[in-house]
């Protein structure tokens, strides 16, 4: 059966980012992909020039109207990412309800980016939009750990807080949390960083079970932009093939990133030459070039259940 998603992401003319992170791999995988471009930019913000336009709120409201008038606003998922205005993702919220009123099982995934590192990279006041709004409705999210650990108000230094995070974040709505890289130390070494999974379900008898999972992933040493688009979309696609085993969505979707960098990386130092850092425009994912590991990825992490 056909599936349907509508993504609300930034487009960039040059690279993978935002929608062209999302859609091509999705398309891929044999999902319909509607994109709205809460953003139209030459190139992502990496590079040292950049020209564009911004979508606004009453813009967004306009192309639905448009997708509605013509009865074609039937979908299965939503999919958004960064946004930098507070009426916009306001409005996108209110677009989720209304999908949502018409199809209660649409799943709604949100990476709700605010920033990394301890600061953002958002405005200040998108911050209580995300709390109260937009974590409320969504199914799927995707924080890193300082977005996980600024929605909940709780710091993350242990495995159990991180999983009691998880906890807080599954009573503001979501059934599914990946915390996407954390700063726990992993047991493989330095070399790796810690991501943490949690899934909850409602058994037939009412009752729920949590099954919770932990990734230990390798570091590279570059900046890439769009994997945090690759990887909500990926999660989309892998919960949807393996709806009740977060075990295995998680080890497809850690394992599609890790063969989509490595390609990336190895690439872009071919391009740079010895003892030269990739630019921007070396380092853009090799989304195309990575295209049947996307279809059917070789696993090459192993996620451990933790509960």
Known sequence: MECRVLSIQSHVVRGY?????????????????????????????????????????????VLYEGIKLNKVHQYDYVLTGYTRDTS????????????????????????????DHGSMYVPQNLYPVYKNKVVPVADIITPNQFEAELLTGKNITTEKDAVEVMDLLHAMGPDTVVITSSDLPSRLGDRFLVSLGSQRKVRPDGSRTTQRVRMEVHKVDAVFVGTGDLFAAMLLAWTHHYPDDLKMACEKTFSVMHHVIQRTISYAHELAGPGRRPSPPQLELRMVQSKADIEDPAIVLEATVIS
């Open 17 to 61: 980012v935002g929608n062209k992170s999302a859609s091509f791999p999705l398309q891929v995988l044999g999902f319909e992909v509607d994109s709205i471009n809460s953003v139209q930019f030459s190139n992502h913000t990496g590079y040292s020039h950049w020209k564009g336009q911004v979508l606004t709120a009453d813009e967004l409201h």
């Open 88 to 115: 916009f993702l306001e409005m996108v919220v209110d677009i989720i309800q209304e999908l949502k009123r018409a199809n209660p099982n649409l799943v709604y995934v949100c990476d709700p980016v605010l920033g």
